[in-house]
């Protein structure tokens, strides 16, 4: 019970760091909760094996609450084009369910070396960003239907909610940027629910998990998250009116850099 108790300890100062973090610079949680889920989660003695996957799965179920209150912040300001739903909906569902059940398949190091090869890709795209608006035209409805299902298995298997991803994208093909952002919102809540139905899913008959796992969700490391990150996203986001934000975000990546890098070399 104490090793319990000493993880919720830890997961509330990490929420508080993940909840400032979004609000200040407007990034997914799940590049620092996973790593960091990886150093904490072995004090209640999770299998090597099921490490990454848990790491991952309470990852991406922490972000449906930030995901939430972030998307109806959006819809407030009528960020979100509802049309793009109708085609990219269905992959979005698709996807995330299946990435929790893609993941099994994959051995904890292969997991493990592949989250830190995004997290250096990611820290690159912070450092350097590239996410520029064009006049091209939304491709066909098929084209946004397979790109949502490739999104979604990315950031399922990653514990992210697709922003990194789908941003890019639909500012490649002409939508502004504050509507890209505001249905990446809305729809990282969606990958979110249903990856992490699917990790729930797919850890249910797992032998040799921790008590307090819903599939491979760790429940305790979950609550501790969310009951802080909602708290300081609001600090985060005033602070970011007079904030140097650019310096952050480079400093944000260096950290990125150093913590791919530990996975890769240390692991």
Not at 155 to 165: D, F, K, R, W
Request: glycine letters at 10%; charged letters at 10%.
């Amino acid at each position: 019970m104490d090793s319990i108790f000493q993880v919720v300890s830890v997961c509330l100062l990490l929420g508080a760091l993940i909840g400032f973090l979004a609000g200040l610079l407007g990034i997914g949680g799940g590049l620092l909760a996973v790593p960091a889920l990886l150093s904490i989660l072995p004090i209640v003695g999770f299998p090597h094996d099921f490490l990454p996957h848990v790491a991952i799965a309470t990852s991406l179920a922490a972000i449906i609450l930030t995901g939430l209150s972030s998307a109806r912040s959006h819809q407030k300001r009528e960020n979100i084009p509802w049309f793009l739903f109708k085609p990219m909906l269905p992959g979005f569902v698709i996807g995330a369910l299946c990435s929790g059940f893609i993941s099994e398949k994959i051995s904890a190091d292969a997991l493990k070396h592949t989250f830190a090869i995004f997290v250096l890709l990611m820290a690159a795209k912070m450092a350097f960003p590239f996410d520029t608006e064009s006049q091209r035209k939304l491709p066909h409805f098929f084209v946004l239907l397979f790109a949502a299902i490739l999104v979604s298995i990315i950031a399922g298997l990653m514990g992210i909610g697709g922003s990194v991803l789908l941003v890019p994208f639909l500012t490649f093909f002409g939508l502004q940027m504050r509507y890209a952002i505001g249905f990446s919102a809305a729809s990282g809540l969606v990958i979110a629910l249903f990856g992490s139905v699917g990790y729930v899913l797919a850890g249910w008959d797992v032998y040799g998990l921790p008590q307090f796992t819903l599939g491979y969700i760790y429940i305790p490391a979950l609550l501790g998250i969310v009951s802080t990150s909602v708290l300081f996203a609001p600090l985060g986001a005033k602070a970011a009116s007079t904030w140097r934000t650019d310096i952050l975000k480079r400093l944000f990546a260096l950290l990125l850099v150093i913590i791919g890098l530990k996975l890769v070399l240390v692991g």
